[in-house]
């Protein structure tokens, strides 16, 4: 690895420009030389190039007026990236100086493929959302964020979509970010290729971004009530033995939907309730029609 290898840090833009020119506005900042940065426009009728260019002048922008979601939308700006490591970062982050120097200390390790930063809330800097993720639960199909900030390099199970750089030689061996997911769980299918590609992901303790957490969907949305939902099943049908699955999917099926249609009628919450229980379907649809993304 050359000392200052060209970074092309890809961010997906939804009808959010202030938000990005946020983001741009912090790049702006940064010392490191080598950067190529990409927004992909998602789901954008009209061209925002000259307000981008306006916070940071050598931006590439990536127009699509389909909305191709976040795997498409990553996957697109990949395309176009030329940097030896793609940082993906979304684009309600924020980052600071000595980032990047830091993230690439990391990759000196060959077996490295992925590295996270230490992720804080920005409206509470000093509280941390993200620093690693244990393995999901076979049975639950849950997992745990970490929260505490580790003395060293710290190994994730997988790794978190909002802020990472992935060497670009382990993407071309692990193929693109999965799109039938179209919003959650796929980085987490992703971070399962890296592994079966034989690289680790690592949390970079010296390193941190700040996240304007669910500024996209809500935190309690329809929307990430859905996919969340539909694509925890997804997740957990491809990622495991039929027996296991099978068993995972009558705890899902026969005990925390039915407590949780329940909660949402008692609450008299039709928005949420519709969402969830339109999600049961929608997994059996994209099983069985591999070749199709369905969105919500």
């Known amino acids: 690895m050359i000392d200052q290898p060209q970074i ?83 684009n309600d982050t924020e980052i600071s100086d000595g980032t990047i120097e830091s993230m690439l200390k990391a990759f000196t390790d060959d077996t490295v493929g992925a590295v996270n930063p230490i992720i804080r809330y920005y409206d509470e800097p000093d509280r941390v959302q993200f620093s690693g993720f244990t393995a999901i639960d076979p049975v639950t199909g849950r997992n745990d964020k970490l929260t505490d900030v580790p003395d060293d390099y710290r190994e994730s199970v997988y790794f978190h979509g909002a802020a990472v750089m992935i060497r670009k030689s382990a993407i071309d061996k692990m193929g693109p970010m999965p799109e039938r997911y179209f919003l959650y769980y796929e980085e987490l299918d992703w971070s399962v290729r890296l592994s079966e590609s034989g690289y680790k992901t690592v949390v970079d303790p010296y390193s941190i971004i700040l996240h304007k957490e669910s500024v996209s969907t809500g935190k309690m949305s329809p929307l990430k009530t859905y996919y969340q939902s539909r694509n925890r099943l997804f997740f957990m049908f491809k990622n495991n033995h039929f027996l296991s699955f099978c068993l995972f999917a009558s705890y899902y099926l026969f005990l925390v939907t039915p407590v949780k249609l329940f909660k949402l009628l008692i609450a008299q919450n039709w928005a949420l309730l519709v969402a969830h229980a339109k999600s049961i379907p929608d997994f059996f649809r994209l099983v069985i029609h591999p070749n199709r993304v369905i969105q919500f």
């Open 8 to 90: 092309s840090i890809v961010t997906v833009n939804y009808h959010q420009p202030t938000v990005t020119c946020e983001l741009l506005k912090s790049i702006a900042l940064l010392s490191y030389p080598n950067l190529e940065v990409i927004v992909v426009d998602n789901g954008q009728k009209t061209d925002n190039t000259t307000i981008y260019k306006s916070y940071y002048p050598y931006v590439t922008v990536v127009t699509s007026e389909a909305n191709l979601g976040f795997a498409g939308g990553n996957n697109l700006g990949i395309e176009k990236a030329s940097g030896e490591f793609i940082f993906l970062l979304n």
